[in-house]
């Protein structure tokens, strides 16, 4: 399995957040509340501690989550249950996600895919590709490469860190980070990106920068230069 053990004890010693970022909920009301909701297919991968799929299932859309985590697993679904809401929710692996071809109509991504290696990363996307519909959006939301990832850390590869020493990112495993080139060639290679925008904020008097890539694509065939 792809995922680092690391995360399990972060999903048992840290209190997680309870609502999803603003920038997803833009995403799912700009796309899919016009829709008959019960009949839309979200994938979550990475789903945490249930957080975008509490606020999913709250919305009544038919919702999925994929996590490698138990705790967090558990904790997802005693949340969804504990307010009669609705989610499929399993533990498992994202290199190899147990879904049939094109079954989903969007897929989500809120700082999952950054905790993976390049090749792995591959995989994933080209996963995603597989079980989202013909138009189907896949949502991304990953650091950027201006990210603060720690004043100490080792460098396992290109943009890729572990052992981070301090920060948002500290203890969390590897840290993988985008610039604008990178995500153009491996999103792009897989599925159309239809836009990249970002969003930043600081913390401790303006010290750390937390900067996120908000990455949209569509599925369908060929590439977009942005």
Not at 14 to 25: D, F, V
Not at 174 to 183: E, S, T, V, Y
Request: hydrophobic letters at 35%; charged letters at 30%.
């Amino acid at each position: 399995m792809v995922w680092d053990e690391k995360w399990e004890k972060v999903f048992q010693t840290e209190e997680w957040g309870k609502y999803p970022p603003e920038c997803l909920i833009r995403f799912i009301a700009g796309n899919y509340y016009n829709k008959d909701r019960k009949t839309v297919k979200i994938l979550e991968i990475g789903c945490g501690t249930g957080t975008n799929l509490w606020y999913m299932a709250r919305e009544r859309f038919d919702v999925y989550g994929i996590e490698g985590s138990k705790t967090a697993v558990e904790r997802a679904i005693k949340r969804i249950e504990s307010e009669g809401l609705s989610a499929n929710i399993i533990q498992g692996d994202i290199l190899s996600l147990p879904f049939e071809k094109e079954y989903f109509d969007a897929v989500i991504d809120s700082d999952c895919l950054y905790c993976n290696s390049a090749d792995d990363t591959n995989i994933v996307l080209s996963e995603v590709k597989r079980v989202l519909k013909k138009d189907g959006l896949f949502f991304s939301r990953t650091p950027t490469d201006k990210m603060y990832f720690g004043k100490s850390f080792d460098t396992v590869g290109d943009m890729e860190y572990k052992n981070i020493s301090d920060g948002p990112l500290k203890g969390k495993g590897l840290a993988r980070l985008m610039n604008l080139d990178r995500i153009k060639s491996m999103y792009g290679k897989y599925i159309k990106i239809l836009s990249i925008d970002k969003e930043e904020h600081t913390r401790d008097n303006g010290n750390i920068l937390v900067s996120k890539w908000v990455i949209v694509c569509q599925c369908t065939t060929g590439k977009i230069s942005i």
